[in-house]
DNA sequence: AATGAATGAGGCTTCATTCAT
DNA sequence: GATGAATGAAGCCTCATTCAT
């Protein structure tokens, strides 16, 4: 692995156990295992890694959704699969996650975000596009807007449970199921 | 004001202007007018000021939402009054939100989030009983869950316009409508 | 003393021992008894303290040489003493010389410099003033231009040995002698 | 030009650029367009390289000096030529000349000034033992000893004018004709 | 000889916090 | 309660220097 990505996976683990604000760049380097020195040859500051840590989460979600998704099921099968996922994911990383919306945020980085996230509503549409053109879900639908609902609510919903809540579990598996059934009757899925 | 609210509102100013990690005690005190040890008489920390913005907002939010909704009209209308309100708002205290979103990720505060919220949830909850109760919206609906969902969904749409778009206006009513149609179908809304 | 008054006086005792480029801040404040920190509140670089030590050597300069000159002493006599006095300021305070002029120079603060430096102008400029109505020196001498070549000769001279050379005293006496017999000619002394 | 003559040239440059505090190694040889550790084959620090520089500046001015300087002309006339060549350096190169000042006091290199700064005091000297022989100026002058009176005052004025005045031309024609006056006087020059 | 990525000691600077007034 | 000059711990960041290629 060469430096660089030494140093966002060794800030990806820091930010995630100590927090943005009380994390210390000598955090970092000491878990890359290289000199103070190098941070600076590849980022200027601490939070200017943040949008590379973004675009990794990024990646990761977009592979978990579709690893998780089965090619042979039913696009209601499917749908419970992406929820899911993106539950799974929001659970795992809910640090991380949290800190990329805080780091992205309070920086001049927040225009990346839109392109980080291009890929994800880009499969999102076209995992709807097809339902739409096999009939599985209502012809009104406009694919690319509604991709960015689809993630906006269900990330939103599972922040809702691992970002905000204490509780979880049982909690979750009622969100998803309401998520599922929200998105079920919104997108008039056919059964 | 009191020396308290000055440092709220002076907060408030200086994270909009510099973003939390770099506003510096004394830039809150400076704009407060007040002296240096004075901001530790009312807040032990930079960060403590946070719920205090976080209730200010949602209370202008939720005054918003009440103030835009007309009690004698139609379930879909109010819908459309509501999303609208939350738009504006979102629009208006775009950085402030950020920065919300920032600050109570960034620390310990987290988990007083959810309960500054609740009367926002509670609102739609209430609204959403009303038309359940006259077979507005159908009748498989939670209430309670279903509130969550419905201000996650709304806020994520107006933040993706707001927060990380640089274009607007045509934009926020195109996806208003969206979320509107979305919500409509997700809801079983008679109209 | 004012904090002030003693970073600039211990900022001529580090900046006499060590030089300018090895001294640290943190040798400055050791010196003067305040916290680093409180620097900072006075100067925003090592640097920046130069005008004011400069300020000082100036002050100093001019009081020596109004201590050394006779009132009653005939104006060639007068002259001797200016560059006696001249003389054992640089031999005196030689490193500072050197390092007020590095430092100046190295800075922004070049324009400083004459600013400073016109009291001392000002002063020799009276002095020939006086020997000039008193026809003790040549009538076509422009007061004002000559004071700065009067100080700009004894000065380069004083510096020549004490600066630069490594030998001193006998070599002083003769440059000493030699300035005055130069100046004589130059003012057309009449003794 | 090879990369011991890229090096020093390119420390002029940024010397002038930056001054010698600000001046980084990478920054000169980022514009000697050669690699960080080439520079150590060298010299061995930055201050090091000024005596090359200040060697340079001498062989400038004197080759300035020698061609201003026309055989055939009588004494006074060559004194104007002399004052004439050694303000025009010091107008052009009056930040290096600076920086050498600045450069070699706040070194270890001071003792090395008296050393590149000889051929120019001989040239000084047969120029006055000419003058002397000739009976053009009075018979009192040691003209090693007055070599350096001579060029300490003529630099000393002319740095008056370039380094330290914001204003410049008229005043640099006015300070000329004053320091001519002052030789003239000082040597006693039979015109 | 030449390179330039990597190093890490150490100086610079900030800024939360204190406390005498 | 209010003040704000002073503090100094702590982290940032630079940049001279090295060394494997």
Redesign the interface.
Known sequence: MNKKEKIVQAAIEVFKEK???KTKISDIVKLANIAQGTFYLYFPSK?SVMPAIAEIMVEKTITAVKNNVREDEAFFIQMEQVVDAVFNITSEYREIL??I???L???EH??E??TVYQPFYSWISEFLTKAKNSGTI?D?I?VE??S??FI??V???A??IY????KQDDQAN??KA??L???T????VKK
């Open positions: 927090g943005i604000e939070l949290a800190l919306y805080a780091g945020a309070s920086t927040l225009k975000w839109e209502r009104s406009h807007r509604t960015k609902l906006g609510l990330e939103s919903a922040e809702q970002l905000y809540d204490t009622i969100q309401e998520v059934d929200f998105l009757h919104a997108l008039n």
